[in-house]
Structure formats: C-alpha cells, structure tokens
T-cell receptor
C-alpha cells in the first residue's frame, strides 16, 4: 500500500484564488511528521511546512497552511491568494518515528503539478 | 556552510561506466540522506548516515551502489557499472533541526547513455 497518496496529478488555479492540494497517508506509528515541499521547474526542493502527529493545531507558514485531519489521515496543503510564482510541483512527505533523532527517511508522494493562470 | 552543496550539477556516463556524486551537508548537521528522483515525480530513499556511520541502507541496490561519509570530507555516492535506469536526479539532504526538516541540496542530474 502507498504510504503517501497525492491523487491530483495536476491542477490549474486562477491567480489570487486559494488552492488545496490533497495528501493522505498511511502509518501505524503513533509518532510521525508530515512535510510539504515545493519543487519549481529549476529543480530544487523547497521546504514549505511541517505538521507533527501530536501537534494540536494546524501548522501555518505565511500563505501556507496545513489542514491536518488525523482521524482521516489527511494533511492537505492550502495556499491562500495564489501567485504566479506558486506554479511548481508540490510533494507531500512523511517521516515515521519519534522526532529529534534526525535519522528517519522521508517517504514521498508522487506530487501534484500546480499551474497558476494569470 | 548554510546550504547543502552537491557536485557535479550534471553528469553524463556511458552505460557500464562509473559515476561518483558528492554532497557537503550543512555544517553541524549529523544526518545525511540520499534520494533518487526519477521521471520528475518519484522519490526513492537510498541511504542515510549518522555522521560517518551508515544508519539505514534499505533503499540501496547494493550490488552497484555504495556510499560513504568520512570525517572532514564530502559524502559520496558511487555507482559502479551504471545502467540506463540509473538516469535520475540524485538529491542529498541533511538534518539537524528541531523537527528534522531535511534541507535538500540542488541535486545532481545523472544521465546514462
């Protein structure tokens, strides 16, 4: 079974609109972390936001927020007021295990290609 | 340094040739990870290190892939006898942050002809 599922291969969104990118995950470990990365066409991986499994509140970072629904095992990324520069691939990833050991690999979804339309 | 550095940026090899990729993690980060990205959307974990010790190598095709992280040297990933399917972007990442955010290098694009 896939550990990280991103069901939207591609999305087109009008500039200035909000967009939600879906991510569901599968783990039996009670402690895990969920990450979103942005990969523009230039290829680098840019960290956007993190949510820990024990965090009580949804994570937010500027225009990015994470809609964390633990019971449904979903961690959707919400981008508010989209900009042309948001056009990129977006990857959801999971770390399984206790935090602060720094040694757990990330498992990635297959990504969503977001295109912002002017 | 403050960024993960990877060299070279691009590498072209004929099938059967050796390829060696390098990674300098962020100074002070103890953990290094190697990932392979194929077809622009599939990431595969290869190996991780805690300082110079291999921590997890469950993703490594051991018959042709090897990796090292030696003190005072960049980490390296070596592929002996490359195959066409090794064509990919190889990312190195390091971590030492409070929640283990992995900082990625710019990647090395390996093309096997």
């Amino acid at each position: 079974a896939q550990k990280i599922t991103q069901t939207q291969p591609g999305m087109f969104v009008q500039e200035k609109e909000a967009v939600t990118l879906d991510c569901t995950y599968d783990t039996s470990d009670p402690s895990y972390g969920l990450f979103w990365y942005k990969q523009p066409s230039s290829g680098e991986m840019i960290f956007l936001i993190y949510q820990g499994s024990y965090d009580q509140q949804n994570a937010t970072e500027g225009r990015y927020s994470l809609n964390f629904q633990k019971a449904r095992k979903s961690a959707n990324l919400v981008i508010s007021a989209s900009q042309l520069g948001d056009s990129a691939m977006y990857f959801c990833a999971m770390r399984e295990g206790e935090p602060n050991f720094g040694n757990e690999k990330l498992t990635f979804g297959t990504g969503t290609r977001l295109t912002i339309i002017p | 340094g403050e960024e993960v550095a990877q060299t070279p940026k691009h590498l072209v090899r004929g099938e059967g040739q050796k390829a060696k990729l390098y990674c300098a993690p962020i100074k002070g980060h103890s953990y290094v990870f190697w990932y392979q990205q194929v077809l622009k959307n599939e990431f595969k974990f290869l190996i991780s290190f805690q300082n110079e010790n291999v921590f997890d190598e469950t993703g490594m095709p051991k018959e042709r892939f090897s990796a090292k992280c030696l003190p005072n040297s960049p980490c390296s990933l070596e592929i002996q006898a490359t195959k066409l399917e090794d064509s990919a972007v190889y990312f190195c990442a390091s971590t030492g942050g409070s929640y283990n955010e992995q900082f990625f290098g710019p990647g090395t694009r390996l093309t096997v002809l």
